[in-house]
């Protein structure tokens, strides 16, 4: 049974191959089938892609994670010419997890801003609208002339944390640039503040400083927005543990575990990891201390919400 009421008739999900199980989740939740779709590689790997529904007239939810490989954005994007040029009324693109987002800014000399250039692929692609969740940054909503509609992952984090006896808990955000997240969930897991200090030599190098706060004897709640190499929430757990912490939980809603990020997660003093399901995890990238929690329920409700013209803001209310 779908979750709310909509004309069934208009709503028309799709989904490319980059997280098929968080998709059929979303549909599942709607009451909805997953539209027919054909993405097959020529010889050469070249992406081929046709709708095998009417789509016209149809409000079109596109379902696509970006994260690499880069073939995941050539889906989404030869899907959503597709279904405007079969005369859809209506294209929305759905990313669980936008990628490229991290360059959103010239911080250095000649270097690309990747996150507006994906911003504008999008919106020529065709899309009327965006459903993200937790980007990068904030800002990255202005890079869209389109309207987009920010969706968060911390209402299933709190309800999580909210169930664990946790001894006089403080959230610690991992850098200054996290504070205000880190924040958001001290005040709603009734919990004090504390702040990492942290220097980067290069990029996915992190070097902890100094930590503002009292974390001595507490359970420490490590939030993010993601993790690849676990570099910087690895290097912050060590830290923590070394002031005298009792318990060190980290959470954040991207999964992207690149390169040495399980191992590192594995030897560290970290007790839980919880990441959400924005991202397919493969097997070989799971481990005894990752925790997956659900955002289809979340996101679907958006989708719905947004079809019938509801306000999306309220979900977060």
């Not at 069934?8 to 989904?15: D, E, K, N, T």
């Not at 005369?87 to 690309?112: C, E, H, I, N, W």
């Not at 020529?124 to 940054?137: E, I």
């Not at 690895?234 to 991207?254: D, I, N, P, Q, S």
Request: charge should be neutral; glycine fraction near 6%.
């Amino acid at each position: 049974m779908a979750d709310f009421m909509f004309s069934r008739g208009q709503l028309l999900l799709l989904a490319g191959t980059a997280n098929r199980p968080l998709a059929e989740e979303m549909a599942q939740h709607l009451g909805q089938p997953l539209c027919a779709v054909t993405i097959r590689r020529f010889a050469d790997g070249e992406i081929f892609v046709k709708i095998d529904e009417n789509v016209r007239g149809r409000d079109v939810f596109i379902i696509q994670p970006t994260n690499p490989p880069a073939e995941n954005y050539l889906e989404l994007l030869l899907l959503m010419d597709a279904a405007r040029r079969a005369s859809a009324a209506r294209v929305t693109a759905v990313l669980p997890y936008f990628g490229y987002a991290r360059q959103d800014r010239k911080d250095q000399p000649r270097v690309a801003i990747s996150a507006k250039l994906m911003a504008n692929l999008i919106t020529h692609a065709g899309a009327d609208r965006v459903l993200g969740m937790d980007f990068h940054s904030h800002q990255v909503q202005g890079f869209w002339d389109i309207p987009v509609d920010h969706l968060y992952a911390a209402p299933a984090f709190v309800s999580h944390y909210r169930l664990k006896q946790l001894h006089q808990p403080v959230v610690v955000a991992p850098d200054v640039g996290s504070a205000k997240m880190a924040r958001g969930y001290a005040k709603r897991l009734d919990a004090s503040l504390a702040i990492i200090d942290k220097r980067r030599p290069s990029a996915n190098i992190a070097e902890v400083v100094n930590v503002v706060g009292e974390v001595e004897d507490r359970d420490c709640l490590i939030p993010d927005d993601m993790i690849d190499t676990a570099g910087t929430i690895t290097e912050a757990a060590a830290a923590l543990k070394r002031l005298g912490a009792r318990r060190v939980f980290a959470f954040a809603t991207h999964a992207l575990l690149s390169g040495p990020a399980v191992e590192r997660l594995k030897a560290s003093p970290i007790e839980e990891v919880t990441v959400t399901n924005t991202i397919r995890l493969p097997a070989e990238r799971q481990f005894d201390k990752l925790k997956v929690l659900s955002v289809a329920a979340l996101m679907s409700k958006a989708i719905g919400y947004e079809h019938s013209n509801q306000s999306v803001s309220s979900l977060f209310d």
